[in-house]
């Protein structure tokens, strides 16, 4: 699923999978967020998440600034290049996972598959060593 889901960003917006998490996460926040609230989110640690930040930064999709809570801290925002690439990938990722997840389920098991991603979803919440995302 991953595969193809990084194959068919890459062909249609040049985005990375892992572009792609990082901007969802920051294009529903204009103030930004902290690298560590970030990681939380999406559930990467740290290290990995600097590193692909600084690739992101390098191509102008997101930049990091001072955070207005907290002057000792910076956050990490959406340029509009990167809010650009979001809404231009969007569509086509969205048609994909349509395509890939639940197109090939007849009706009668949409609602049972729902159902279960979301007890798994509140399990692994639940269950896992990650922090906290931010709410």
Do not use: C, K
Not at 63 to 91: C, K
Request: no cysteine; net charge negative.
């Amino acid at each position: 699923m991953n595969y193809e889901m990084n194959r068919q960003l890459q062909a249609d917006s040049g985005l990375s999978l892992a572009d792609y998490d990082v901007l969802v996460a920051l294009s529903d926040n204009d103030a930004g967020m902290r690298v560590s609230d970030l990681a939380a989110q999406i559930g990467w640690e740290r290290s990995r998440l600097s590193h692909q930040l600084r690739r992101m930064e390098e191509r102008g999709l997101t930049e990091r600034r001072p955070s207005v809570e907290d002057g000792r801290t910076s956050n990490v925002v959406l340029t509009a290049n990167g809010r650009r690439a979001i809404t231009e990938a969007a569509p086509g990722h969205v048609d994909l996972v349509r395509a890939l997840f639940f197109d090939p389920l007849p009706d009668n098991l949409l609602g049972p598959f729902t159902a279960a991603l979301e007890h798994i979803h509140v399990n692994l919440d639940h269950n896992s060593s990650l922090p906290p995302a931010p709410s």
